[in-house]
Nanobody, 120 residues
C-alpha cells in the first residue's frame, strides 16, 4: 500500500529550526507539499512543490521556510527556520502521486500528520 512517511516534527524554542521530511512509496510524485492545522482552524497550505520545482508558499512563512524535493528518492523537505509560536500546529504531508501499479492517472494522498510545537 502506498504511504506518505513523515518525520522531523518536534518541540523547539522560538527562533529555532526544524526540518520535515515526507517520502512517498511505490510511486512518482507530481506535486507534494505541507499543510498545517490547529484545533480551531482549517487545514491550510504551508508550501508545495511540483516535480519540476515550481513552489508555492503561504505568506506567513515566506522568507523563513523553504521547500525542496529529491525526485530520485521521491521525497520532499520543509526546512523551517526562525520558528514562531504561531507556527505550532499539526503538519500534514500531501501529495499527488502516480502509482507504479497504475500509470493512467494521479491520485491524492495525505500523511498522518506530525506535531510541531514552538515555545516562547
Amino acid at each position: 500500500q502506498v504511504q506518505l512517511v513523515e518525520s522531523g516534527g518536534g518541540l523547539v524554542q522560538a527562533g529555532g529550526s526544524l526540518r520535515l521530511s515526507c517520502a512517498a512509496s511505490k510511486s512518482i510524485f507530481v506535486t507534494m507539499g505541507w499543510y498545517r492545522q490547529t484545533p480551531d482552524k482549517e487545514r491550510d497550505l504551508v508550501a508545495k512543490i511540483s516535480r519540476g520545482g515550481n513552489t508555492n508558499y503561504a505568506d506567513s512563512v515566506k522568507g523563513r521556510f523553504t521547500i525542496s524535493r529529491d525526485n530520485t528518492n521521491n521525497t520532499v523537505y520543509l526546512q523551517m527556520n526562525s520558528l514562531k509560536p504561531e507556527d505550532t500546529a499539526v503538519y500534514y504531508c500531501n501529495a499527488d502521486l502516480i502509482l507504479y501499479s497504475d500509470f493512467s492517472r494521479s491520485r491524492n494522498y495525505w500523511g498522518q500528520g506530525t506535531q510541531v510545537t514552538v515555545s516562547s
